[in-house]
Structures are given as C-alpha cells and as structure tokens.
C-alpha cells in the first residue's frame, strides 16, 4: 500500500522557516517524481516544487524560487521542503504527492494532475 505522510507545519512569523517532511511507503522511491502542493482556504491546490526520482532535479514555481528548496534522501524514502523567508500568502494545507508515471526523463513539473497518489496533508500558517 501507498503511503505518504506530510509532517513539519506550524505557525511562523513572515520571515521565518519551516522545514517539511514527507515521509513515504510502498513504491520504489527512485522511480517516481515527488510533488509538493498547497491549498489555500478557498483556493484550487496549486503545485509548488517537485523533484525527480530518477536524475534529482527539482522544479519551483516563481512564487518560491530562491525562498524554498526541495531535497530527497533515498535511504529514508523521504523528500524534505525547507521554506525559507515564509510570507502571509505562503498560508496553506501542504501536500507530498507521486508522479503517475514513472519518471524515465529525469524532470518533473508540480502540475496536480500528473500526481496520483497523495498523502494528508500539513498546515503552514505564515502570520505575525
């Protein structure tokens, strides 16, 4: 059985850090991409960064590029999301999600619908 648990969140004022986990089960870890997305309230989930099983290459959507980093440890199946400079707009429910396909190519992009297996997810709230 598939299994990824999001874990991390909490409550940080803006400029702060946080630091998630997803921690996985029941696939071969390097054959997927992992994804990471957020839910604001009253939002449609949006993806956020993404990285590669297969090469280690991550992706990040402009809102986050030089504020978050996306890391993968195979020996503990788990990706890591370290947030940096958090802002209010950084407030969400975030989710660890696997590719559909396997990832031959090495690159992923953070689209919900080329993810198909997700886990609950965390709550980030950014606010002073």
């Known amino acids: 059985e598939v299994q990824l648990q999001a874990s991390g969140g909490g409550l940080v004022q803006p400029g702060g850090t946080l630091r998630l986990s997803c921690a996985t089960s029941?696939?071969?870890?390097?054959?997927?991409?992992i994804g990471w997305f957020r839910q604001a309230p009253g939002k449609e989930r949006e993806g956020v960064s993404c990285?590669?099983?297969?090469?280690?290459?991550?992706y990040y959507v402009d809102s986050v590029k030089g504020r978050f980093t996306v890391s993968r440890d195979s020996a503990k199946n788990t990706v890591y999301l370290q947030m940096n400079s958090l802002k209010p707009e950084d407030t969400a429910v975030y989710y660890c999600?696997?590719?559909?396909?396997?990832?031959?190519?090495?690159?992923?992009?953070?689209?919900?619908?080329?993810?198909?297996?997700w886990g609950q997810g965390t709550q980030v709230t950014v606010s002073s």
């Open positions: 999600a696997t590719s559909r396909l396997i990832d031959y190519d090495g690159t992923c992009t953070p689209q919900v619908y080329e993810y198909n297996r």
């Open positions: 029941g696939f071969i870890f390097d054959d997927y991409a």
């Open positions: 990285i590669s099983g297969s090469s280690g290459r991550s």
